[in-house]
């Protein structure tokens, strides 16, 4: 979907939005929301966008669902603005219109402080991804931000089976509109739970988990693929690998890096694109049920915070992504300069919501995290594919029930996830309550091994000037010994900005 509005006569082409015309409105909303009657429904709703436009006043606002499970992107400049859900036509509209593009060097310092560029930016000054929670009001030639943010309030009343309902509410809804699924499974209890809910009276949806060849299993053994064959055993329904092999891994990595709105450290990322491929119809997800019932980031903010108080939250909620903040200096040229920014960047985002600390990580996980790195992950892989997925752990009304409850029945350090163990405890495998998350485990360096020459360089980031020479010309050195996550952070990077080579930027 993508539209085009030449600013200075209010000149609009469209693709793939549905029209409807109120009075002096036009308002132009994703399949599926022909229902909304203001921007402002959004709200309320779930996986849509919707741009209205005021063409007596010259106005636009614009946006997508509350929790972001759609994205959308934008170019302003002086006489057009450009809205997508799709980087591809981003590419296509730069060309077309040659529009230079140019690198923002806070973005790429986020990308390798937390692993992916967050929600309100991209790797390019000039384009902007939606925040969710937010609507976009374009009005004499500048666009300006409005929060819609609601805090949830604690009742005294709100109980775990309020959760449960809604949970199975969901799942319900969405098999009475689907007729197959799979389960995206890795054996954690976020993804068992999905596949309990929709096997439940009679259901049969099959579980999916990642498969890989002989080599890697020998050498890094069979990770999660255990749990999952217990959950699939224990829910009386077929098995099913997305084989990930070297060959297939390039070829996913290849798709990432063309068709993903930004680059993502992450490797869990190519598994969803392995998933989706061999997804027949329908997805479902157990992802986002970590920040929305507490997880391990808690536990280490939390406990840094209470050893050394006096150290900024920005730092400290910086170090616990486990990415390479701690290297930035070695990374960029500006490395010093970069780090102050990640701090005040990620200071502004805890000040923002309300409550004490731990309610603080639950909003910060749930709405920034999601939108920004979780639900594109699973967005971009089904749109390549063909396939819808689904996030039931992270609906709007389980977010709303789950921030009723007091947050110590979600979390009590060092432990988290309280309230999917209480609930599934004796619905799935006890051996599966008792795991400890591990994520998805991908035999990073098994790939890395395997990877062709013309993968491998890093002549985009040479490039740009931003990075310190000596870490570009010891990649082999990062990838055999140092830090093979990093080696790929690296690679994706330089990889994702190649695709976008030839569209004129400097």
Same mark, same amino acid.
Request: with cysteine; hydrophobic share 35%.
């Given at each position: 979907?993508?539209?085009?509005?030449?600013?200075?006569?209010?000149?609009?082409?469209?693709?793939?939005?549905?029209?409807?015309? *109120? &009075?002096?409105?036009?308002?132009?909303?994703?399949?599926?929301?022909?229902?909304?009657?203001?921007?402002?429904?959004?709200?309320?709703?779930?996986?849509?966008?919707?741009?209205?436009?005021?063409?007596?006043?010259?106005? %636009?606002?614009?946006?997508?669902?509350?929790?972001?499970?759609?994205?959308?992107?934008?170019?302003?400049?002086?006489?057009?603005?450009?809205?997508?859900?799709?980087?591809?036509?981003?590419?296509?509209?730069?060309?077309?219109?040659?529009?230079?593009?140019?690198? &923002?060097?806070?973005?790429?310092?986020?990308?390798? +402080?937390?692993?992916?560029?967050?929600?309100?930016?991209?790797?390019?000054?000039?384009?902007?991804?939606?925040?969710?929670?937010?609507? *976009?009001?374009?009005?004499?030639?500048?666009?300006?931000?409005?929060?819609?943010?609601?805090?949830?309030?604690?009742?005294?009343?709100?109980?775990?089976?309020?959760?449960?309902?809604?949970?199975?509410?969901?799942?319900?809804?969405?098999?009475?509109?689907?007729?197959?699924?799979?389960?995206?499974? !890795?054996?954690?209890?976020?993804? !068992?739970?999905?596949?309990?809910?929709?096997?439940?009276?009679?259901?049969?949806?099959?579980?999916?988990?990642?498969?890989?060849?002989?080599?890697?299993?020998?050498?890094?053994?069979?990770?999660?693929?255990?749990?999952?064959?217990?959950?699939?055993?224990?829910?009386?329904?077929?098995?099913?690998?997305?084989?990930?092999?070297?060959?297939?891994?390039?070829?996913?990595?290849?798709?990432?890096?063309?068709?993903?709105?930004?680059?993502?450290?992450?490797?869990?990322?190519?598994?969803?694109?392995?998933?989706?491929?061999?997804?027949?119809?329908?997805? %479902?997800?157990?992802?986002?049920?970590?920040?929305?019932?507490?997880?391990?980031?808690?536990? !280490?903010?939390?406990?840094?915070?209470?050893?050394?108080?006096?150290? &900024?939250?920005?730092?400290? *909620?910086?170090?616990?992504?486990?990415?390479?903040?701690?290297?930035?200096?070695?990374?960029? %040229?500006?490395?010093?300069?970069?780090?102050?920014?990640?701090?005040?960047?990620?200071?502004?985002?805890?000040?923002?919501?309300?409550?004490?600390?731990?309610?603080?990580?639950?909003?910060?996980?749930?709405?920034?995290?999601?939108?920004?790195?979780?639900?594109?992950? !699973?967005?971009?892989?089904?749109?390549?594919?063909?396939?819808?997925?689904?996030?039931?752990?992270?609906?709007?009304?389980?977010?709303?029930?789950?921030?009723?409850?007091?947050?110590?029945?979600?979390?009590?350090?060092?432990?988290?996830?309280?309230?999917?163990?209480?609930?599934?405890?004796?619905?799935?495998?006890?051996?599966?309550?008792?795991?400890?998350? &591990?994520?998805?485990?991908?035999?990073?360096?098994?790939?890395?091994?395997?990877?062709?020459?013309?993968?491998?360089?890093?002549?985009?980031?040479? +490039?740009?000037?931003?990075?310190?020479?000596?870490?570009?010309?010891?990649?082999?050195?990062?990838?055999?010994?140092?830090?093979?996550?990093?080696?790929?952070?690296?690679?994706?990077?330089?990889?994702?900005?190649?695709?976008?080579?030839?569209?004129?930027?400097?």
């Amino acid at each position: 979907m993508w539209l085009e509005i030449e600013l200075d006569i209010f000149k609009i082409q469209m693709r793939g939005f549905v029209e409807k015309k *109120y &009075s002096n409105n036009i308002l132009y909303v994703s399949p599926g929301f022909e229902d909304l009657k203001s921007s402002r429904d959004l709200i309320n709703r779930e996986r849509g966008i919707a741009i209205e436009v005021n063409i007596k006043n010259r106005q %636009i606002t614009f946006g997508r669902d509350y929790l972001g499970q759609y994205p959308l992107l934008f170019i302003h400049t002086d006489s057009k603005l450009f809205l997508t859900n799709d980087i591809l036509h981003i590419d296509w509209w730069i060309e077309k219109n040659d529009i230079n593009l140019s690198l &923002s060097e806070e973005a790429l310092a986020l990308y390798f +402080s937390l692993g992916y560029i967050p929600q309100g930016m991209t790797a390019f000054n000039e384009i902007k991804s939606c925040k969710n929670i937010t609507l *976009y009001h374009y009005k004499n030639n500048k666009i300006t931000e409005e929060s819609v943010f609601t805090p949830i309030e604690e009742t005294d009343n709100a109980h775990i089976n309020d959760v449960e309902k809604c949970i199975f509410e969901e799942a319900s809804k969405l098999q009475k509109n689907h007729q197959h699924f799979d389960i995206w499974c !890795s054996g954690g209890i976020d993804s !068992s739970a999905m596949a309990h809910c929709f096997n439940r009276n009679g259901g049969t949806a099959e579980i999916l988990t990642m498969g890989y060849d002989d080599d890697a299993l020998s050498k890094y053994g069979d990770g999660e693929i255990q749990y999952a064959r217990e959950i699939a055993e224990h829910c009386q329904v077929p098995l099913r690998y997305a084989q990930l092999s070297p060959d297939n891994f390039i070829r996913q990595h290849k798709q990432f890096t063309r068709g993903h709105s930004g680059p993502v450290i992450d490797t869990c990322v190519i598994a969803k694109y392995a998933l989706a491929q061999a997804t027949s119809n329908t997805a %479902i997800t157990g992802e986002g049920g970590d920040p929305v019932f507490g997880g391990v980031k808690n536990t !280490s903010v939390l406990f840094a915070h209470a050893q050394h108080p006096q150290i &900024s939250l920005g730092w400290i *909620y910086a170090y616990t992504h486990c990415r390479f903040f701690n290297r930035l200096n070695d990374i960029f %040229i500006h490395g010093n300069e970069l780090i102050d920014y990640v701090i005040e960047y990620l200071n502004k985002k805890i000040e923002f919501y309300p409550g004490e600390l731990l309610r603080k990580l639950f909003y910060l996980n749930t709405i920034e995290k999601q939108g920004g790195m979780i639900f594109p992950q !699973s967005y971009y892989p089904g749109k390549r594919y063909g396939v819808s997925v689904h996030h039931p752990l992270t609906n709007l009304s389980v977010y709303q029930s789950a921030f009723h409850l007091k947050d110590e029945k979600r979390y009590t350090y060092p432990n988290g996830k309280l309230v999917l163990n209480e609930l599934f405890k004796r619905k799935i495998p006890e051996s599966i309550i008792k795991r400890k998350k &591990s994520g998805t485990i991908i035999p990073l360096k098994h790939f890395i091994e395997n990877m062709p020459a013309e993968m491998i360089n890093i002549t985009e980031l040479k +490039s740009t000037g931003y990075f310190n020479e000596e870490i570009l010309e010891h990649t082999d050195f990062l990838s055999a010994t140092d830090s093979p996550l990093l080696f790929y952070g690296l690679i994706t990077l330089n990889n994702w900005l190649l695709n976008r080579e030839g569209k004129n930027h400097d």
